[in-house]
């Protein structure tokens, strides 16, 4: 299994700031990696598939990339509507895994 | 407009058993993979399950292998979870999930809640 690793954990960040997200992989996922977006008792949102390409409707803040083993997600102006949790997923191998989350929250 | 409903969340004691289902509309229901992902309270994502679009290929979780089957019903554009020998730490809110064939999930629904316990 491959095992995906988010840090940090939480990352406190001002609104207009930027914000830097990791996702490690334990082994190369070539860039078969997704982000997602998620707020309280909402479900998933798809932000990036591919590493690096961007879903419909998210805003151009918002970058993904990386490939193999580290990706980066970056949103460069933190707006209001994005302090939530956000969640990185290989789908190179079975069993797709996710990475355990990081909490993005106002500073 | 993509829609995933689920439904068939309940309580359940220990060693029981529950059927999710996933009423989808919105896309062609049968030419995509469907997928189970599942959120404990208070935690991350954990993907429980996949089916292929004509239901010849299905994956699970180890944690639920032998214990879970899904499948999925075309004419119905339906997708079921069959959760036997149910334990407490499969009490969760499950997600159905449209996925791109060999791919990422692209849509999700709101999820059911399934909790376990006596």
């Known amino acids: 299994e491959i095992v995906m690793t988010q840090s940090p954990a939480t990352l406190s960040v001002s609104p207009g700031e930027r914000a830097t997200l990791s996702c490690r992989a334990s082994q190369s996922v070539n860039s078969n990696l997704a982000w997602y977006q998620q707020k309280p008792g909402q479900a998933p949102r798809l932000l990036f598939y591919?590493?690096?390409a961007r879903a419909t409707g998210i805003p151009a803040r918002f970058s993904g990339s990386g490939s193999g083993t580290e990706f980066t997600l970056t949103i460069s102006s933190l707006q209001s509507e994005d302090f939530a949790l956000y969640y990185c997923q290989q789908y190179n191998n079975w069993p797709l895994t996710f990475g355990g989350g990081t909490k993005v929250e106002i500073k | 407009e993509v829609q995933l409903l689920e439904s068939g969340g309940g309580l359940v004691q220990p060693g029981g058993s529950l059927r999710l289902s996933c009423a989808a509309s919105g896309f062609s229901f049968s030419s995509y993979d469907m997928t189970w992902v599942r959120q404990a309270p208070g935690k991350g994502l954990e993907w429980v399950s996949a089916?292929?679009?004509?239901?010849?290929?299905?994956f699970y979780a180890d944690s639920v292998k032998g214990r879970f089957t899904i499948s999925r019903d075309n004419s119905k554009n339906t997708v079921y979870l069959q959760m036997n020998s149910l334990r407490a730490e499969d009490t969760a809110v499950y997600h159905c999930?449209?996925?791109?064939?060999?791919?990422?999930?692209?849509?999700w629904g709101q999820g059911t809640l399934v909790t376990v316990s006596s």
């Open positions: 591919g590493a690096s």
């Open positions: 999930a449209k996925r791109i064939s060999s791919g990422w999930t692209d849509y």
């Open positions: 089916i292929s679009g004509s239901a010849y290929s299905t």
